[in-house]
């Protein structure tokens, strides 16, 4: 088990991904934050991190990110700006103190020589860049990337200087049915080859993912970073159904936190489509 350290680290880099896009629910901006690197023993793609700016006071909360990659001296994250919290971090400029804890949470399975399917939408590519950096065997790894941005909004170019990538639009309603049909598509391909597959983005890409998995049985772990907050799972707001298949019996049909039992799960081993019961006040 690696265990997490809390450490203040320094702003290296902060570089504007992309130009800024609009859309109808307003503008979306990407940014490259990259902090100098922690003393960790090691870490896991797929894992994440609480960060907190220093300086800002009126943030109490720390937030978790997703590790995008990790260099002998640098930690990066990619973010996309979304809200107040997360134009906070697009403001940090080289020189700025922040707060990471870390690294935290369950990583992805790596199999050198197996065939393994990585599968994005928009922001979820982000920690697919360390593991695609890690892998002893890139070989043996294809990407199938959705984005409803432009291309030039996400780290695609390393990535496909390293694998395989496939690019799609998604933006419009029949680009998302087409990406749904590709997607499909390879997932039976690398069940025929025996392969896993890895995926990343939105809940609602996750739970296509996730039936899809089920449905062919293809070894298919889910990366359920958007429904985290706390990290520490105090807050009770990132709860997710287990199945039958859970490693725990006396678990299994029940509520997981996402932040400290994942963020990263099997599919088969997780119930997407269950209710979460209603928390008693």
């Not at 039992?261 to 269950?274: K, N």
Request: one cysteine or more; glycine letters at 8%; a neutral charge.
């Amino acid at each position: 088990m690696i265990t997490p350290i809390r450490a203040e680290l320094t702003v290296t880099d902060n570089v504007p991904f992309g130009q800024p896009v609009s859309t109808p629910e307003g503008e979306r901006r990407f940014y490259a934050l990259t902090l100098e690197r922690p003393e960790w023993r090691s870490w896991q793609p797929g894992q994440f991190i609480m960060l907190r700016p220093l300086s800002c006071e009126e943030s109490v909360w720390a937030r978790p990110m997703s590790i995008c990659r990790v260099t002998s001296q640098s930690l990066v994250l990619f973010i996309r700006v979304i809200g107040p919290g997360t134009d906070r971090f697009s403001r940090l400029k080289s020189g700025d103190k922040v707060i990471a804890w870390g690294p935290l949470g369950t990583g992805f399975e790596m199999r050198p020589g197996t065939p393994t399917l990585l599968l994005a939408r928009g922001v979820g590519i982000a920690p697919f860049a360390g593991y695609a950096d890690m892998h002893p065997d890139t070989s043996s790894l294809a990407m199938l990337f959705g984005h409803a941005l432009p291309s030039s909004s996400y780290p695609i170019d390393a990535m496909a200087a390293r694998m395989e990538v496939e690019s799609l639009h998604d933006r419009t309603p029949e680009e998302l049915e087409e990406f749904h049909r590709v997607m499909r598509l390879r997932m039976e391909e690398y069940k025929e080859r025996d392969g896993i597959c890895l995926a990343c983005g939105p809940m609602p890409f996750l739970k296509k993912v996730w039936k899809v998995a089920n449905e062919l049985d293809l070894p298919t772990q889910l990366l359920l970073e958007e429904r985290m907050a706390c990290g520490t799972g105090a807050c009770l707001g990132c709860s997710t159904i287990t199945s039958k298949h859970w490693p725990d019996p006396v678990k299994a049909g029940l509520p997981v936190q996402t932040c400290t039992s994942g963020p990263v799960f099997w599919a088969r081993e997780l119930d997407l489509e269950a209710s979460i019961p209603a928390r008693r006040s």
